[in-house]
DNA sequence: TCCCATCGTCAAACCGGTTAACCTAGGGAT
DNA sequence: ATCCCTAGGTTAACCGGTTTGACGATGGGA
């Protein structure tokens, strides 16, 4: 019952422990039937390696960290938060390395998280909400952690940065309502300190030339359903409103119709992120797909490189994919015809 | 730079190892003078006691463990775990116990993350999509795992469980929409293995008495959009859905509305779960909220009580609430009067 | 005054691996 | 014949904590 040791083998195998030790990592030469007399023994006692006395050893604790600062009721309605994950767990379970979350309530259970990480319970961590001018980057690097920043930082750091440029998709989006005749179009953003609510504000205002129909959401629901109702009361009100997240889309979405508004006859809408849900709408939401889980595992292999001593460097992913459907396709016949006449 | 280890703490107070680590276990008493030295030298040297040397020493990981074996799409389309996760490390958190989270897309690769974590990677682990016969609970018993099930398992098992008896809100659903006219109500329900879809369409059932109109989804949103139409379609049509989940039942939604059924006059609708958009959507989904971070958070406080001893018991939570939305409301006044008339 | 219990601390063993240094035997080059 | 190198292994010292047996000092009871 008791577990087996590397030294339960090694008696078994008739050698020493620290020819196990060899004959699993390769780093002397073990010759063949020794070899195969220690694995035997390993497999007829079930033998698995310690985890923690292999880390104590190494000191390398084959984990990585990621502290979620959110709170709880965000985490719940952001639908690329569990595909990232899954993506990031593809690439560190070929590294037979494990993710550790933490969920942080305050700014100090935060510093206390990314600390006892730092002390021996992660290699490296995963930095996701990135904002513009985030106080976690000199933290961690004065922790001496490795860490993989989730968005473009903007400014030096010592860390590297996975990231996509959102604005290509953004003009995109802007150039195919107007050749649809959208002239007023909107935009519902998340939370400006957000590296990437801010990248794809900006892009709307450089495209759009005007701050008017922006309104700064914060990626709820309820958020985009408010916003969605005070842009269609503006005097020249939108006729199409581009949001920063699904969630706030679906929302506005509904909105819209309940107000009777024919989507996309009276306005186009369109989001961000592509929830699942959005293809399976009626209409069909417009959205950009981000490819989360590619995003994940892409990160996770950086992470892992510069644990292994790799120079960081900023990985520009070319992952973001405009999904054009019916919520801004182009005005239905009968309404296109009564605009030609 | 480099860490400090127990043994500058020694050093820099005066004692020995022995001596600070009775310091802060309190496993022998110590002087207050003493005391005081420690916890000075240990302060101004900024010492965090290594965790894999803890963990070595005492075989005690002090971390959980929690498998998805689900595949990324179907994780990313569950609203119920985020905010899952985040009641289970709200529950963790307080004892400084890590979540190790691993996913696995093979039954090898579950199995051999379990036995990872049973070699002293995890203390305990969390068992979610919870099967009516699950290999995994005489597998990790032989293993000596400590485990929590999630979900109430019909079987003899030697872990606890933490469950809910979804049925009860089922029937009131169900009793509501009758004392509303509905004579044909149907349920689109989740894969019938899971123990939580079973219990659901089981309730369904009994209350009911027939399955006619009962039909087997997988908590996707293109099955709640295909299912709803199959229902649609039927000769003598439902007049209301129930889902197993607000996924599909969003889905159905849409479709039902691009037929131009009006919800809830001509097809009342209710999902199971509460998603965070359902109240947000215009009409506003009924729903069960289930209080996905509470149950994290009594698992959590379960599985470490099992951990330190305790004996696995079953814990029936009362967290779920049925919130009566518009989707299943009266139907609107002026149809309401055409019935009469 | 003597004995024993208690308190506070120390020294050393231990947890289960990894790894640097050392040893030995055989083979090829010189 | 001598020298050096390499393959294959052993030994022992770590890694950074926890735990336990031993021990001197103090104090109370008989």
Request: charged fraction near 25%; glycine fraction near 8%; proline fraction near 5%.
């Given at each position: 019952m008791a577990k087996p040791t590397i030294g339960d083998v090694a008696r078994v195998a008739g050698v020493t422990r620290a020819t196990v030790s060899h004959a699993y990592s390769g780093k002397r030469p073990i010759s063949a039937p020794t070899k195969a007399r220690v694995y035997e023994a390993a497999e007829s006692l079930g033998w698995v390696p310690s985890h923690s006395a292999r880390a104590l050893a190494t000191r390398r604790a084959n984990a990585v960290g990621m502290v979620i600062a959110r709170d709880p009721g965000v985490i719940a309605s952001d639908s690329f938060f569990p595909a990232f994950i899954a993506g990031l767990e593809s690439g560190l379970a070929d590294a037979e390395v494990a993710l550790l979350l933490q969920v942080a309530a305050s700014r100090s259970a935060e510093e206390r998280a990314y600390r006892s990480m730092a002390h021996?319970?992660?290699?490296g961590v995963i930095v996701i909400d990135l904002h513009r001018s985030d106080w976690r980057v000199p933290f961690l690097a004065e922790l001496g952690l490795t860490a993989v920043l989730l968005g473009a930082y903007e400014q030096e750091s010592p860390f590297s940065c996975v990231r996509s440029d959102d604005a290509v998709q953004m003009r995109e989006l802007i150039t195919h309502l107007r050749g649809l005749g959208h002239e007023r179009i909107a935009h519902v953003s998340g939370?400006?300190?957000y590296v990437h609510s801010h990248a794809r504000a900006r892009a709307y205002v450089e495209e759009i030339g005007s701050e008017e129909l922006l309104r700064e959401g914060d990626f709820g629901a309820a958020s985009g359903r408010d916003l969605t109702a005070e842009l269609l009361d503006v005097a020249d009100r939108p006729t199409a409103v581009l949001y920063a997240n699904d969630t706030m889309a679906i929302a506005g979405l509904s909105l819209a119709r309940s107000r009777d508004f024919k989507v996309p006859d009276d306005l186009a809408l369109a989001g961000f992120d592509d929830d699942h849900l959005s293809a399976h709408l009626s209409p069909a939401l417009t959205s950009v797909a981000t490819d989360p889980f590619r995003r994940g595992r892409i990160t996770a292999e950086v992470l892992l490189a510069d644990i292994g001593g790799a120079t960081p460097r900023s990985v520009e992913l070319d992952c973001n994919e405009l999904r054009l459907r019916a919520s801004t396709a182009a005005p239905a016949p009968s309404i296109a015809q009564g605009g030609d006449r």
């Amino acid at each position: 019952m008791a577990k087996p040791t590397i030294g339960d083998v090694a008696r078994v195998a008739g050698v020493t422990r620290a020819t196990v030790s060899h004959a699993y990592s390769g780093k002397r030469p073990i010759s063949a039937p020794t070899k195969a007399r220690v694995y035997e023994a390993a497999e007829s006692l079930g033998w698995v390696p310690s985890h923690s006395a292999r880390a104590l050893a190494t000191r390398r604790a084959n984990a990585v960290g990621m502290v979620i600062a959110r709170d709880p009721g965000v985490i719940a309605s952001d639908s690329f938060f569990p595909a990232f994950i899954a993506g990031l767990e593809s690439g560190l379970a070929d590294a037979e390395v494990a993710l550790l979350l933490q969920v942080a309530a305050s700014r100090s259970a935060e510093e206390r998280a990314y600390r006892s990480m730092a002390h021996g319970k992660a290699d490296g961590v995963i930095v996701i909400d990135l904002h513009r001018s985030d106080w976690r980057v000199p933290f961690l690097a004065e922790l001496g952690l490795t860490a993989v920043l989730l968005g473009a930082y903007e400014q030096e750091s010592p860390f590297s940065c996975v990231r996509s440029d959102d604005a290509v998709q953004m003009r995109e989006l802007i150039t195919h309502l107007r050749g649809l005749g959208h002239e007023r179009i909107a935009h519902v953003s998340g939370p400006l300190g957000y590296v990437h609510s801010h990248a794809r504000a900006r892009a709307y205002v450089e495209e759009i030339g005007s701050e008017e129909l922006l309104r700064e959401g914060d990626f709820g629901a309820a958020s985009g359903r408010d916003l969605t109702a005070e842009l269609l009361d503006v005097a020249d009100r939108p006729t199409a409103v581009l949001y920063a997240n699904d969630t706030m889309a679906i929302a506005g979405l509904s909105l819209a119709r309940s107000r009777d508004f024919k989507v996309p006859d009276d306005l186009a809408l369109a989001g961000f992120d592509d929830d699942h849900l959005s293809a399976h709408l009626s209409p069909a939401l417009t959205s950009v797909a981000t490819d989360p889980f590619r995003r994940g595992r892409i990160t996770a292999e950086v992470l892992l490189a510069d644990i292994g001593g790799a120079t960081p460097r900023s990985v520009e992913l070319d992952c973001n994919e405009l999904r054009l459907r019916a919520s801004t396709a182009a005005p239905a016949p009968s309404i296109a015809q009564g605009g030609d006449r």
